[in-house]
Every structure is written in C-alpha cells, then in structure tokens.
C-alpha cells in the first residue's frame, strides 16, 4: 500500500502545507472584512497583494464594470501604461484575456500574449512591460450576471502552478463573495430608500444628497433650488373614490413631475401627497420658478383613472440656496413657502423670503419691495363716498387700498394686487386692510353711527378658513356692529364652488355681502338669488347711454329692476355726471359711487365733506 501512496505522491504535486495555511488565514480575513462592511474595492486590494505576493512573476488586476459600462481597474503592480489601457475603457475598446473571459463566461489563457489574437494593436505594450502569458476568470455577481474578471499576467509564457491555480480560483470566489456583499446592501439601500408606489426615492436618502448638491455648489458657485410640491386637496379624492384612487392620484403626479425635471435632479416623494424636487446648478430663482410652473401645467392636464375624470392642482413652495445653507433649513423654507401658497389659493407657487433677496428680474424685484412696503406699513386705505339716492346723503364708503411708494407715489391696487396674489403677499395684505377698514369706520361713529364701509376682497381671501375670523376679531375689537360692514366680492370669484360655503360663513358674522362687478361675469341674478348676498353693484360700464329721464341704458335698468324684484339692493358705481344720476333716481337704484360724488380719498377728507351741509345730493 506504501508504495503505491508513494507514487501518487510523485504523480501529485506535494502539496505545499504553507500555501494551505495561507489560504485559510486569507478566506479568514475576506470574511471578517465581508462582515464588517468593507468595500469590495478594499477587500479587492487584499486579494490582489495576496495574489502578486504568491504567484510568482506575476502581476494580477481586478477589473468590473460600472452602472455607465465602463471598465475600472484595481491593481496594485500594474505598469502605468497597461493601467490606462484597461481603466475608463467603454465596452468598443475592451480587449485581452479578460474581456474574453467575461464574454465566453469562463477561464481564458493566453499562454503567448504576443501570438494572441486577443491582444489586438497592444500586444507590443504588453511585451515590452514583459507580461508575456495571461490567465483570466470572469466574476459572477447577483443573479448570475458577469460583473468584470480576474486577471493574473506572468513574466514567462507559462500556464499557472497547481497551487497558484488553486490560490487564483480562491480568490476568485472571495472577490465574487465581496461584489454580492455589496450588490445586496445595494440593493437593500435602494429598496430602503425607494418608495414602492411612486417608484421615487422617498426622504431617507434626501438630506444627504441635498447636503452633497450644496457641497457642489458652494466650489462652483451655483445655488441648488428646492421645490416643495404638494398635492391639492388629495383628502377630497380618497373620501370620495377611495384610497386606491388616491394612490393613483400621487403615483400619476410622481410620473408628470419626473418628466419635467432634468435627468440629474432629484425628485423624492417626501410624504403622503408632498414630493420633494432639488434642482441643482440654478443661477436664479427664476429658473425654478419657470420649473415650478411646469410641473404646476403639466399636473393640472385632466387625469382620467377608473372611469372618473379629475383635475389635480398641486402647491409649490419654493426657496434657492447655496453652500452656506444646510439641507434641513432649505427643507423647512420650502415648507413654510408651500402653505403659503396654500393660503394664496391652491395651484399657486410662492417663493421663500430668504430667496427674494438673490433674485433676477424684475417681477421677483417687484414681490421683493411688495413685501418691504407691507413690513413699512406703507400702505392706506381710500374712501368712496357712496349716497343713498333717496336721501342725497353720503352714507357709507367703499375702502379701496392705496400703496405710498417711497419712490412710485401713491399706487392703485391694479400695481400691486396681482403681485400680492402671485406672491402669497396678499393674506397679509388683507388682513391689514380688513383690520384697517373696521377700525377707520369705528372712527365714525361720531359722525354718523349708522356709516357702512365696503371692503373688497378677492376668491383667495374668501376660500380662506381663517376670514371669517380674521373679520369677527376685528369687528370684536373695535366694538363694530356687523351690519356696517359691507364685504364686496368679484362676480368672477363665484365661480369656486368653495365660496358659496365661505360666503355663509361670512353672512353668519352679520356683515352684509355685495356682489361687484356685476355684469362683467357670466352669473345671472336668479344665481346670485341663491347666494346670502344682498346688494348687487352694477358695473360702471351699463351706465354708457344712461339719460337723465333713466331712459338709454337697457341691461342696466333691466338688472337693476331685477334685482329690486329680488329684494336685492343696487349700487352703481362709476357715476360722473349729474345727467347720470338723475337716471339712476329715475330707476330706482338704492346707492351711487363715482366721481361726481368724490374720487377715492383720505377719511380726513370724507369726514370734512359729510360735515359741510352741501353734501347733499
Ligand atoms: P372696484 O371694487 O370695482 O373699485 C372701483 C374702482 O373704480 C376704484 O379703482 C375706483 O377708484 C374707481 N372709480 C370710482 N369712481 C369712479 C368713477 O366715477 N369713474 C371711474 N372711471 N372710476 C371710478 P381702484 O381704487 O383703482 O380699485 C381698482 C380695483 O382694485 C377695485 O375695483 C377692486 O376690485 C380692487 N381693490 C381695491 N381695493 C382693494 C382691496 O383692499 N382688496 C382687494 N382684494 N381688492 C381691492
Ligand atoms: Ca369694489
Ligand atoms: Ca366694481
């Protein structure tokens, strides 16, 4: 039996006892590495110095390919030369025994480099470094997907020892070991911070990548923008067609906001209906706006999901902002901008304060000053004497506000309003005319206790929850009957099925409410009759014609006989003449507005006019 132990034992090569010991002490340390997170280009290193330290002669790499299809060497004894003719290469120029051996899948020689044919135009560099023989295996990562190779080049034109072959494929399987290590926790990383609905990245990974955006901008001097999107009324959806509907709803948005943004900027859904846009490299607010404003068109388009047609509208808060920022404050100002825009009336934008300051252009600017000019309180209220027809006396006032431009002069409302309303400026603004309003006529009371003011305000205010409030503090406050307050809204607001509501609401504080512009619209008078309105102004155009025998001016006499057989009051506003109003008395209408009376002016002024006896019409 010994000698035939002997003679296997010439046939096999001894086995070399030191190359077993270093195998096992390395499999031992991969699999401590593996185990506590180590890259796999760390653990890749190791292997190779193992590799280069035993084989003798020769010189090993590592090469995988990256998400873009380009080759990336690891290798700690390659030639410069050979280096760069591997690393960076697209798959055309991918050449040798380990390009071979991905392709075929299986181990590849190349025992005279300089007669394969695998070397192509490089065999001359291959021979002049002295990498005469080459032996490549391909690495298998998850799924069985050839992720790159090992690659091992001999200064001899030999084929590798038993022990080196066995030292090789040991390390092969390591390396594959470390790549499916770190294609799971890749993979596990990705679901992590993937949102399943929307297929988005959800706010896990969001501080880090805004914290990496902003590191970027601050070297080059750019701004990174966040957009705050947050769906409209979403609740409406789930309450009336259900929570699937809903999730189809955000699953819809998430696609049209995605097809609006550039391929590198980051679109996250941050929670339930709220996404999260970061637009990097911006020179100025502007240009998120402009993008703000597409991803507002592109939701609002009609929406058809289980056989019921909607139309989505989304809110955006914007804020720009650039290394000096962290992630978390550009977070929060995109917040605080969003429910600012909620307030200014769904499917708006409104840009954080803190972005103003950086802005180009010269609407931004505008917003900018707007702001300024409401935190300087520079602005007044007017007062439009209104008569009461039959009487000829002033009894009332309509409140028009006025901005005292420290540069402009005094403003209409036509300058400002529209930018108040695009920029979320126009609760305050509001606000400070409601409370101005209801104080100035407290004022008069001394004058005339009965004395009513109107005040305008616009669809935005009246679909706010907190109106209602915000008039009931101030009539509290000043001690003002509501009956003397008189809230005139647009013909055209009507059309927001909300304002019906808010309108009850209003009426429910006593105040009285006044349909203007009447006429300009489309509503009929058998529309507002349905409404808790009780005065209707005739626009100052259907007064074209009028005679002083109240003859010339159909739609005018006709709306306000209407409206009389409504049990509605009238208002005509805009009268110039006194031809005009001696029509307006022959029909009957309750009040008159217009120049001929008084243009819009201080109080001081008003309470002269009602003090002078003549004022009587
Ligand atoms: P409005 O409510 O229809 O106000 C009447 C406008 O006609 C006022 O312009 C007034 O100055 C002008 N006017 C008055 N009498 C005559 C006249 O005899 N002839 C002519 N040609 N015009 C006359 P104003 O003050 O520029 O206001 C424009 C609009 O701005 C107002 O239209 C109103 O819709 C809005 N507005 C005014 N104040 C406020 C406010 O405090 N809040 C809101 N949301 N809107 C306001
Ligand atoms: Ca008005
Ligand atoms: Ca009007």
Redesign the pocket.
Known sequence: MGSVEETALHLVPEPDPDADVALVRLRARIATDIASDRRSDHVFETLIAELDHRISGGRSAIITIDDADQSRVRASNLPPAIATLIHGASRRRWFGTWDAAMQRRGEVLAIEVAASSLYREHRGTFVEHGMLAARAVPLTGRHGIVVGACVTYLDQSRVLEPSEVDLFDEVTSLAELAIIHDQSRQELLDRIRHDPLTGLENREGLEEKLRRALDTARGHGWNVAVLFVDIDDLTLVNDSLGHATGDLVIAEVADRIRRQVLVGDTVVRFGGDEFIVVLERIDAIAEAVTTADRIRTAIARPLRIADTDLTITVSIGLTIGTGDRTALELIDEGHAAVVRAKQAGRGTNAVHDSSLDSLAGDRLDREVRLREGIDHHEFVL?W?PKVRLETGRIVGA????RWEHPDRGIL???DF?PTAERAGLIDDL?DW?VWQAVREVAAFADVDPDFSVA????AS?LTRPDMQYQLGAALDSYDVAPERVIV?L?ESSLADDTVAERMDDLRSLGVRLAI??FGTGYSSLAYVQQLPVSIVKVD?AFLVGLAADGSGAPVLSAAVAMAHALGLSTTV????TRSQLAGLRNLGVTWA????FA??ATQASLVSRMLDESSRW
């Open positions: 007017f439009q309509e409140a028009l506000v209409g409302p036509d309003i509001s005319v005040i305008n305000l616009s205010q005139e647009t203007d512009d100052r506003e805009g009268v110039e507005q217009g120049y001929l243009e819009p």
